[in-house]
């Protein structure tokens, strides 16, 4: 569950062009809509959607290095669209943009990379797959062996993909409801990729091995008007469950929460608002702000109440649109590890 | 007592040292009363005149008028005193030069904020400068200028009269016109009047006459 | 009692308006001059800073095409996904415009200046859409769709660098540039785009330090007006004082308490120095903006820069010239009213000390005066840039000025040690009596006058040298530009057999001598033997260069390697040519080498010739053949006298801002005089009843007013003529020379510094006929009056 996208359009000069805030959030404007009961079709569908206004492949990483060192890794790639359709060289329509970020106990890294559609410098392959922007990018054969790379002034990576499971629907077959007004995305991932591969690091290279998990959402109207930030969960438990869980926070003070629970085997169960719920914990002081790095994380229906703390609390993107984004780890009912979004801090 | 100096000193600074200038001066003044303070150059009189008008501090003594004592005032209630209490006749008339004759004459009453032009027409008809109103001071022959002066100090209705060698720049028979209608208006307005001068025939004019000498009253 | 107070004070003014209207003038003068040259400077400024900000031009570095004008989208993309993070830039022109095309999603600036008044309604998939200022829109017509916005430069249109393509109707990029952090494991540029150069940031087509210079000479003239307009607003104050003396005395008789009367007076002085600095100011701006054309084609002729013609009222020259003539009042007044509080209110005038000269005083200035002097000879040998430069100049200027008055109290002794008579005795001893009094004056008329002096000298030596430069480099009749080889070998062709001469320029740059340097491919022909004029040369370098055995170069690139005739030049790594000759080459900031066309194709096999001059008979019918014949346009060939008339005429105009100011600077200083002269004129009734008295007539003592402010003004002139030509040394020889990189000969133009002197003298003479007029008219009672004063 990946909104910022719409906040990266409210800082972004053009806002004030195609459309705010909250005209984004409610109007889909000339845009296709994501309706119920969808039908994937792949591996077309994991090729850009440009009717859509926004799209993402945003992948997340738990690595460990050879002497046991947690490491965080994201690499996401951002399709935003001032117009529906596709047009040629510059006259594109279609705006790409991509993060990177190696989060390790002490230190986190985050770089950007900005490129227009229609001229070649960026874009997304469904068949063989190549997702790409400048030097970066995510490519294999089929979508469960890719290979991955980013590069930015004081880190990089290349890394290894291999995917042990199938890929898994969230919502209702991967129509995935954001508000009581019915707001909707269409989500699915796949959250059992084996990585492997090499950190460059500052202090030099760190061969690392560990678990990834992809995320492909894409959408035109995820935000409801009084929906202002948002905290999203992807945990791995050491049982071989998983469980994705948001909350998105309402002007009011309420939320509205989504959860998917994925067994071993990929069979998922969803859960309607209110079935998962997050207590903040411990709050960190990042970036001048106070941002919650310690949670209680409750889904009743499955047992799970854990306590989700981030490996590095200053896991902060210092982007044109700066958010928290970082691995974390379980203890509670249940253990293991996986990563934390937080956005809409201010 | 209108007018009491009680062991006034006074010297100033030159390269040679201090050099005093007035020793121990002590004198009073009634009301209605005229008093010539003669003395030789340099004797002290200008600066007895300056130390009596306030324009001056004296190192010692004091310097009564109606009462109270100049030195014990600010540089500002001393202006007050001088703008109301007293009025001044120079040698070199020191009119504005910018101002017409009847600006001239009413410049201090202005300054005093007691503006009588009733007063000031009984005072210009006496002294003969009716005609002179409109014209500016650098138009006038020296002993018109002075009228204008005197006029200007009498506007003001002050209790006390300060004139320095007020005929000291006019001829003979101009000086003596000035000083019989400058005597004529003083006792008229019920002024004191101190002058100083050199000329003894003035001095005999007075009701009293003092003599300074080296900064003492002889 | 304020009002009484204070209407006896204007009625001052009302009775002698002359001395209101000198006070006014005085301030009015001092800021005008000083607002003015802020005005031109603070516009030109602006201009330059939104021409920066639009396009981002020297803080980043660029990749350049190593020949022509084109990248290709393609290398674009290889070196975005080698690593490379540069951004787009087309360029082209519309009519008089250019145009630049950016893309502002990897732009390393953003949107830049077009971001700040609010988000853009660029629609990439929109019709074309433009970004100008007004007058640039106006320029470009309906035909274009402009959004108008202040913060672009003038002449330049910006939008995306697709519609910019569309509109341009090309496919290609002009140049690429460079974010400034890059990412790890990048490819270098060589494997990715061989046929790109890196061109660092501030570096060749920067103007930043030409344009530098041009302000710091104009600043020079601001501050040297300032100190003018200082001088004029100490004398003015002094004036009014002087004459109000004894009015203020009475007033403090009469009852005026001290504090008010100087709250009165000070009141009364800054609000009339407001009056006066807002007459200046506007006054300043009239100046500037009858300059500022000029000033736009000085800059545009001489460095290809773009400033506004439109001038238009900015807030801080407008506060910095009533800040200056407020401040100065102040400053003056401050020193007065200190005066009037100290002042013996009824005794009669006693000798001022101001105008006393203490040998103390005298002694302290010379000291100064030689510290200063020496400094300037320090910096001379060791000084080292720019700033070195104008610290030199401003320790020359004020140093000679210190030492005028010790220098003129000296020359008088001795002069009236040699007087004969006791008039002229009496003359030249009076004359040094009032020398404090009048130095603030003759020190202005002294900076007015040399900085005359020292810069048409700099102006004239320019002259001389760029016309001759002209001629020797715009030797043939016509000039042809193509854009292709192919164009190159037709053309080439086809004027070998219809020319008289054909000179192909083949060129592309080079790093020579660690220099970033023009290197041009010649065929040396009769043109070049006849016309060029070398600084220095062995005995036939055209054969040399033609044989391929040695090379030209100038002498910016001369100076900065330090290369000189005989020397070496690594030109390739495996070619070393020795120089032959180092050639004059003005107002160019690059540097250059010449060698032949063979040994150039043998360095650069595919470049081809893209100028060529052409000597010939008939210009216009060659023309016409060019066009009809290889269907080249119009528009690629220019005439030799076109060249010519435009350059000259750039030039002539180039420093009209330069003299016009010269002249302002002169008027102020005569004005100076002036107010010194009336301010003293009071002053001096003691000083000249008793020769008066003595049996001078007024008239006599009115002529002799008259000859002295000659004679002290051709006294200031004969210094000024060794103070002014330092002053045109230091320009052309170390200021120049550190700003642009070449070093003007310098001559001599004594016909030019006659005039000014005579100009000087008539300045003097009529500053001081009115005072000495007025000394004609003085009635005898008021010279008698000193005495009776004196009593």
Same mark, same amino acid.
């Given at each position: 569950?990946?909104?910022?996208?719409?906040?990266?359009?409210?800082?972004?000069?053009?806002?004030?062009?195609?459309?705010?805030?909250?005209?984004?959030?409610?109007?889909?404007?000339?845009?296709? =809509?994501?309706?119920?009961?969808?039908?994937?079709?792949?591996?077309?569908?994991?090729?850009?959607?440009?009717?859509?206004?926004?799209?993402?492949?945003?992948?997340?990483?738990?690595?460990?290095?050879?002497?046991?060192?947690?490491?965080?890794?994201?690499?996401?790639?951002?399709?935003?669209?001032?117009?529906?359709?596709?047009?040629?060289?510059?006259?594109?329509?279609?705006?790409?943009?991509?993060?990177?970020?190696?989060?390790?106990?002490?230190?986190?890294?985050?770089?950007?990379?900005?490129?227009?559609?229609?001229?070649?410098?960026?874009?997304?392959?469904?068949?063989?797959?190549?997702?790409?922007?400048?030097?970066?990018?995510?490519?294999?054969?089929?979508?469960?062996?890719?290979?991955?790379?980013?590069?930015?002034?004081?880190?990089?990576?290349?890394?290894?993909?291999?995917?042990?499971?199938?890929?898994?629907?969230?919502?209702?077959?991967?129509?995935?409801?954001?508000?009581?007004?019915?707001?909707?995305?269409?989500?699915?991932?796949?959250?059992?990729?084996?990585?492997?591969?090499?950190?460059?690091?500052?202090?030099?290279? =760190?061969?690392?091995?560990?678990?990834?998990?992809?995320?492909?959402?894409?959408?035109?109207?995820?935000?409801?008007?009084?929906?202002?930030?948002?905290?999203?969960?992807?945990?791995?438990?050491?049982?071989?469950?998983?469980?994705?869980?948001?909350?998105?926070?309402?002007?009011?003070?309420?939320?509205?929460?989504?959860?998917?629970?994925?067994?071993?085997?990929?069979?998922?169960?969803?859960?309607?608002?209110?079935?998962?719920?997050?207590?903040?914990?411990?709050?960190?002081?990042?970036?001048?702000?106070?941002?919650?790095?310690?949670?209680?994380? =409750?889904?009743?229906?499955?047992?799970?109440?854990?306590?989700?703390?981030?490996?590095?609390?200053?896991?902060?993107?210092?982007?044109?649109?700066?958010?928290?984004?970082?691995?974390?780890?379980?203890?509670?009912?249940?253990?293991?590890?996986?990563?934390?979004?937080?956005?809409?801090?201010? | 007592?209108?007018?009491?100096?009680?062991?006034?000193?006074?010297?100033?600074?030159?390269?040679?040292?201090?050099?005093?200038?007035?020793?121990?001066?002590?004198?009073?003044?009634?009301?209605?009363?005229?008093?010539?303070?003669?003395?030789?150059?340099?004797?002290?009189?200008?600066?007895?005149?300056?130390?009596?008008?306030?324009?001056?501090?004296?190192?010692?003594?004091?310097?009564?008028?109606?009462?109270?004592?100049?030195?014990?005032?600010?540089?500002?209630?001393?202006?007050?005193?001088?703008?109301?209490?007293?009025?001044?006749?120079?040698?070199?008339?020191?009119?504005?030069?910018?101002?017409?004759?009847?600006?001239?004459?009413?410049?201090?009453?202005?300054?005093?904020?007691?503006?009588?032009? /009733?007063?000031?027409?009984?005072?210009?008809?006496?002294?003969?400068?009716?005609?002179?109103?409109?014209?500016?001071?650098?138009?006038?022959?020296?002993?018109?200028?002075?009228?204008?002066?005197?006029?200007?100090?009498?506007?003001?209705?002050?209790?006390?009269?300060?004139?320095?060698?007020?005929?000291?720049?006019?001829?003979? /028979?101009?000086?003596?016109?000035?000083?019989?209608?400058?005597?004529?208006?003083?006792?008229?307005?019920?002024? /004191?009047?101190?002058?100083?001068?050199?000329?003894?025939?003035?001095?005999?004019?007075?009701?009293?006459?003092?003599?300074?000498?080296?900064?003492?009253? /002889? | 009692?304020?009002?009484?107070?204070?209407?006896?004070?204007?009625?001052?003014?009302?009775?002698?308006?002359?001395?209101?209207f000198a006070y006014l003038a005085g301030l009015a003068l001092a800021t005008?001059?000083?607002?003015?040259?802020?005005?031109?400077?603070?516009?030109?400024?602006?201009?330059?800073?939104?021409?920066?900000?639009?396009?981002?031009?020297?803080?980043?570095?660029?990749?350049?095409?190593?020949? &022509?004008?084109?990248?290709?989208?393609?290398?674009?993309?290889?070196?975005?996904?080698?690593?490379?993070?540069?951004?787009?830039?087309?360029?082209?022109? %519309?009519?008089?415009?250019?145009?630049?095309?950016?893309?502002?999603?990897?732009?390393?600036?953003?949107?830049?200046?077009?971001?700040?008044?609010?988000?853009?309604?660029?629609?990439?998939?929109?019709?074309?859409?433009?970004?100008?200022?007004?007058?640039?829109?106006?320029?470009?017509?309906?035909?274009?769709?402009?959004?108008?916005?202040?913060?672009?430069?003038?002449?330049?249109?910006?939008?995306?660098?697709?519609?910019?393509?569309?509109?341009?109707?090309?496919?290609?990029?002009?140049?690429?540039?460079?974010?400034?952090?890059?990412?790890?494991?990048?490819?270098?540029?060589?494997?990715?785009?061989?046929?790109?150069?890196?061109?660092?940031? *501030?570096?060749?087509?920067?103007?930043?330090?030409?344009?530098?210079?041009?302000? %710091?000479?104009?600043?020079?003239?601001?501050?040297?007006?300032?100190?003018?307009g200082?001088f004029i607003v100490h004398s003015t104050i002094?004036l009014a004082?002087?004459?109000?003396?004894?009015?203020?005395?009475?007033?403090?008789?009469?009852?005026?308490?001290?504090?008010?009367?100087?709250?009165?007076?000070?009141?009364?002085?800054?609000?009339?120095a407001?009056?006066g600095?807002?007459?200046g100011?506007?006054?300043?701006?009239?100046?500037?903006?009858?300059?500022?054309?000029?000033?736009?084609?000085?800059?545009?002729?001489?460095?290809?820069?773009?400033?506004?013609?439109?001038?238009?009222?900015?807030?801080?020259?407008?506060?910095?010239?009533?800040?200056?003539a407020?401040?100065g009042t102040?400053?003056? +007044?401050?020193?007065?009213?200190?005066?009037?509080?100290?002042?013996?209110?009824?005794?009669?005038?006693?000798?001022?000390?101001?105008?006393?000269?203490?040998?103390?005083?005298?002694?302290?200035?010379?000291?100064?005066?030689?510290?200063?002097?020496?400094?300037?000879?320090?910096?001379?040998?060791?000084?080292?840039?720019?700033?070195?430069?104008?610290?030199?100049?401003?320790?020359?200027?004020?140093?000679?000025?210190?030492?005028?008055?010790?220098?003129?109290?000296?020359?008088?002794?001795?002069?009236?040690?040699?007087?004969?008579?006791?008039?002229?005795?009496?003359?030249?001893?009076?004359?040094?009596?009032?020398?404090?009094?009048?130095?603030?004056?003759?020190?202005?008329?002294?900076?007015?006058?040399?900085?005359?002096?020292?810069?048409?000298?700099?102006?004239?030596?320019?002259?001389?040298?760029?016309?001759?430069?002209?001629?020797?480099?715009?030797?043939?009749? +016509?000039?042809?530009?193509?854009?292709?080889?192919?164009?190159?070998?037709?053309?080439?062709?086809?004027?070998?057999?219809?020319?008289?001469?054909?000179?192909?320029?083949?060129?592309?740059?080079?790093?020579?001598? &660690?220099?970033?340097?023009?290197?041009?491919?010649?065929?040396?022909? *009769?043109?070049?033997?006849?016309?060029?004029?070398?600084?220095?040369?062995?005995?036939?370098?055209?054969?040399?260069?033609?044989?391929?055995?040695?090379?030209?170069?100038?002498? *910016?690139?001369?100076?900065?390697?330090?290369?000189?005739?005989?020397?070496?030049?690594?030109?390739?790594?495996?070619?070393?040519?020795?120089?032959?000759?180092?050639? &004059?080459?003005?107002?160019?900031?690059?540097?250059?080498?010449?060698?032949?066309?063979?040994?150039?194709?043998?360095?650069?096999?595919?470049?081809?010739?893209?100028?060529?001059?052409?000597?010939?008979?008939?210009?216009?019918?060659?023309?016409?053949?060019?066009?009809?014949? %290889?269907?080249?346009?119009?528009?690629?060939?220019?005439?030799?006298?076109?060249?010519?008339?435009?350059?000259?005429?750039?030039?002539?105009?180039?420093?009209?801002?330069?003299?016009?100011?010269?002249?302002?600077? +002169?008027?102020v200083?005569?004005f100076a005089?002036l107010m010194?002269?009336?301010?003293?004129?009071?002053?001096?009734?003691?000083?000249?009843?008793?020769?008066?008295?003595?049996?001078?007539?007024?008239?006599?003592?009115?002529?002799?007013?008259?000859?002295?402010?000659?004679?002290?003004?051709?006294?200031?002139?004969?210094?000024?003529?060794?103070?002014?030509?330092?002053?045109?040394?230091?320009?052309?020889?170390?200021?120049?020379?550190?700003?642009?990189?070449?070093?003007?000969?310098?001559?001599?133009?004594?016909?030019?510094?006659?005039?000014?002197?005579?100009?000087?003298?008539?300045?003097?003479?009529?500053?001081?006929?009115?005072?000495?007029?007025?000394?004609?008219?003085?009635?005898?009672?008021?010279?008698?009056?000193?005495?009776?004063?004196?009593?």
């Amino acid at each position: 569950m990946k909104l910022r996208i719409v906040l990266f359009l409210c800082l972004w000069p053009f806002a004030a062009f195609t459309q705010g805030f909250s005209g984004l959030g409610t109007d889909a404007e000339g845009f296709a =809509v994501p309706a119920p009961n969808p039908t994937f079709s792949f591996p077309a569908d994991h090729g850009p959607h440009p009717d859509f206004r926004i799209e993402w492949w945003y992948l997340t990483a738990n690595l460990t290095g050879t002497d046991g060192t947690p490491y965080g890794l994201q690499w996401t790639l951002f399709r935003s669209a001032l117009a529906p359709g596709e047009d040629k060289g510059w006259q594109s329509p279609q705006i790409w943009f991509a993060h990177a970020a190696v989060t390790t106990p002490d230190t986190h890294l985050a770089t950007e990379r900005f490129a227009r559609g229609g001229i070649g410098q960026a874009g997304v392959r469904a068949d063989p797959f190549r997702a790409w922007i400048d030097e970066w990018a995510l490519e294999g054969a089929d979508f469960d062996n890719l290979s991955l790379t980013a590069r930015g002034p004081d880190f990089g990576y290349d890394m290894t993909l291999n995917a042990d499971g199938p890929l898994v629907f969230h919502g209702d077959r991967g129509f995935s409801v954001k508000s009581v007004e019915g707001q909707a995305s269409y989500y699915y991932s796949q959250p059992f990729f084996r990585i492997t591969g090499t950190l460059t690091l500052p202090t030099g290279d =760190v061969p690392v091995t560990g678990t990834a998990w992809l995320d492909r959402e894409w959408s035109s109207q995820p935000l409801a008007d009084n929906q202002k930030g948002w905290d999203w969960f992807s945990l791995s438990f050491n049982d071989g469950s998983k469980l994705m869980g948001f909350q998105l926070r309402q002007a009011d003070g309420t939320d509205f929460t989504s959860s998917t629970w994925i067994a071993p085997d990929g069979a998922t169960t969803a859960y309607p608002n209110g079935a998962f719920r997050t207590d903040p914990l411990a709050q960190s002081t990042v970036a001048d702000r106070t941002i919650p790095t310690r949670w209680q994380v =409750v889904l009743p229906q499955r047992g799970v109440d854990v306590t989700v703390s981030a490996l590095n609390p200053d896991a902060w993107m210092e982007l044109t649109i700066p958010y928290w984004e970082g691995p974390v780890t379980m203890t509670g009912t249940h253990t293991g590890q996986g990563y934390l979004e937080m956005t809409g801090y201010e | 007592m209108l007018l009491e100096l009680d062991n006034v000193q006074k010297s100033f600074r030159d390269s040679e040292g201090r050099v005093p200038v007035l020793q121990g001066v002590s004198f009073t003044l009634e009301a209605g009363q005229t008093l010539a303070l003669t003395g030789e150059s340099g004797s002290g009189k200008s600066t007895l005149l300056h130390i009596v008008s306030g324009l001056e501090q004296p190192e010692r003594g004091r310097v009564l008028l109606s009462g109270s004592d100049l030195t014990q005032l600010d540089d500002r209630a001393r202006a007050a005193v001088r703008r109301t209490e007293l009025a001044l006749v120079f040698q070199q008339f020191n009119l504005i030069p910018s101002l017409t004759v009847a600006a001239n004459i009413g410049f201090q009453a202005r300054l005093a904020g007691r503006t009588d032009d /009733a007063h000031i027409d009984q005072i210009v008809t006496a002294l003969g400068l009716t005609d002179q109103m409109a014209k500016y001071p650098e138009a006038l022959s020296g002993g018109q200028q002075q009228r204008v002066a005197i006029a200007r100090a009498l506007a003001v209705r002050p209790k006390l009269l300060l004139a320095d060698e007020p005929t000291g720049n006019l001829d003979e /028979a101009t000086a003596d016109d000035v000083l019989d209608q400058m005597m004529q208006l003083v006792s008229a307005t019920g002024a /004191a009047l101190l002058i100083v001068t050199h000329s003894r025939m003035i001095a005999g004019r007075m009701d009293r006459q003092l003599h300074l000498s080296r900064g003492r009253l /002889a | 009692m304020i009002r009484a107070c204070l209407s006896a004070l204007m009625s001052h003014w009302r009775r002698n308006p002359l001395q209101l209207f000198a006070y006014l003038a005085g301030l009015a003068l001092a800021t005008a001059l000083w607002s003015g040259v802020q005005a031109i400077n603070a516009e030109a400024r602006a201009s330059y800073d939104a021409a920066e900000a639009t396009l981002g031009e020297a803080q980043f570095d660029r990749l350049m095409p190593r020949q &022509g004008a084109s990248v290709s989208q393609d290398t674009y993309l290889a070196l975005r996904r080698s690593g490379w993070l540069v951004s787009p830039v087309i360029e082209g022109r %519309l009519g008089a415009v250019r145009v630049v095309g950016i893309d502002p999603i990897t732009s390393p600036t953003g949107l830049g200046a077009l971001n700040a008044d609010g988000p853009l309604a660029l629609d990439f998939t929109g019709p074309v859409q433009l970004f100008a200022n007004a007058q640039t829109a106006r320029d470009l017509g309906a035909g274009v769709d402009v959004t108008r916005t202040p913060d672009i430069a003038p002449g330049i249109a910006i939008g995306d660098v697709g519609m910019v393509q569309r509109l341009l109707d090309r496919d290609d990029l002009s140049y690429l540039t460079v974010a400034p952090e890059q990412p790890l494991g990048r490819l270098d540029l060589s494997t990715v785009a061989p046929n790109l150069r890196l061109q660092p940031a *501030q570096q060749g087509t920067s103007v930043g330090q030409l344009t530098d210079s041009f302000h %710091l000479n104009l600043t020079a003239f601001g501050l040297l007006s300032f100190a003018v307009g200082l001088f004029i607003v100490h004398s003015t104050i002094g004036l009014a004082f002087e004459q109000r003396r004894a009015m203020i005395r009475t007033l403090r008789s009469l009852g005026v308490p001290l504090r008010t009367l100087v709250l009165l007076i000070t009141g009364e002085m800054l609000g009339l120095a407001t009056i006066g600095a807002v007459i200046g100011v506007v006054l300043g701006y009239l100046i500037a903006a009858v300059l500022l054309p000029d000033v736009a084609a000085t800059l545009r002729g001489l460095y290809g820069a773009d400033i506004s013609g439109a001038l238009q009222l900015r807030a801080e020259w407008w506060l910095s010239g009533l800040l200056i003539a407020v401040l100065g009042t102040a400053f003056a +007044l401050a020193g007065r009213l200190w005066q009037i509080a100290r002042m013996p209110l009824l005794a009669s005038a006693r000798p001022r000390a101001w105008i006393m000269a203490s040998g103390t005083r005298l002694r302290l200035q010379a000291f100064g005066a030689i510290a200063l002097l020496t400094a300037a000879l320090v910096l001379a040998v060791f000084g080292q840039g720019l700033m070195a430069g104008f610290v030199l100049l401003g320790c020359l200027l004020i140093g000679a000025a210190l030492l005028l008055p010790v220098l003129f109290e000296w020359g008088l002794s001795q002069v009236q040690a040699l007087a004969k008579g006791p008039v002229w005795g009496w003359f030249w001893a009076d004359t040094r009596q009032q020398l404090p009094g009048l130095s603030l004056a003759l020190m202005a008329l002294l900076l007015a006058v040399s900085a005359n002096i020292g810069v048409s000298t700099m102006v004239s030596s320019f002259r001389t040298t760029f016309v001759a430069f002209l001629d020797q480099r715009l030797a043939p009749e +016509l000039f042809v530009q193509v854009d292709n080889a192919a164009d190159s070998a037709r053309l080439d062709a086809f004027l070998t057999q219809n020319a008289t001469e054909v000179l192909p320029l083949l060129s592309t740059e080079a790093q020579i001598a &660690g220099q970033l340097t023009d290197l041009f491919g010649v065929r040396v022909e *009769q043109t070049y033997r006849d016309n060029w004029a070398f600084l220095d040369a062995t005995d036939a370098p055209w054969d040399a260069v033609d044989a391929g055995a040695a090379v030209v170069v100038n002498e *910016q690139l001369a100076r900065r390697a330090d290369l000189w005739v005989g020397d070496g030049v690594q030109i390739a790594p495996d070619l070393s040519l020795p120089i032959a000759a180092v050639v &004059g080459d003005y107002g160019n900031p690059h540097g250059q080498v010449v060698l032949s066309e063979r040994v150039f194709h043998r360095l650069h096999p595919g470049l081809s010739p893209l100028q060529f001059g052409v000597r010939t008979d008939d210009a216009d019918q060659l023309r016409q053949q060019i066009t009809a014949r %290889l269907n080249i346009p119009d528009s690629a060939m220019i005439n030799q006298a076109a060249i010519k008339a435009l350059s000259l005429e750039v030039f002539e105009r180039t420093f009209t801002v330069t003299a016009a100011l010269n002249v302002l600077t +002169l008027l102020v200083a005569g004005f100076a005089i002036l107010m010194t002269l009336l301010t003293l004129a009071d002053l001096r009734l003691p000083q000249l009843a008793p020769v008066w008295a003595l049996g001078l007539t007024r008239q006599k003592l009115g002529w002799f007013e008259l000859l002295r402010a000659i004679a002290l003004a051709a006294l200031v002139f004969l210094c000024a003529i060794p103070l002014g030509l330092a002053l045109a040394w230091v320009l052309l020889t170390i200021i120049n020379t550190e700003a642009f990189g070449w070093q003007l000969p310098m001559y001599l133009f004594p016909a030019d510094y006659l005039k000014l002197g005579g100009y000087a003298l008539v300045a003097a003479f009529l500053a001081a006929l009115w005072p000495a007029l007025r000394m004609m008219r003085t009635r005898p009672s008021t010279l008698l009056k000193v005495f009776a004063n004196e009593a």
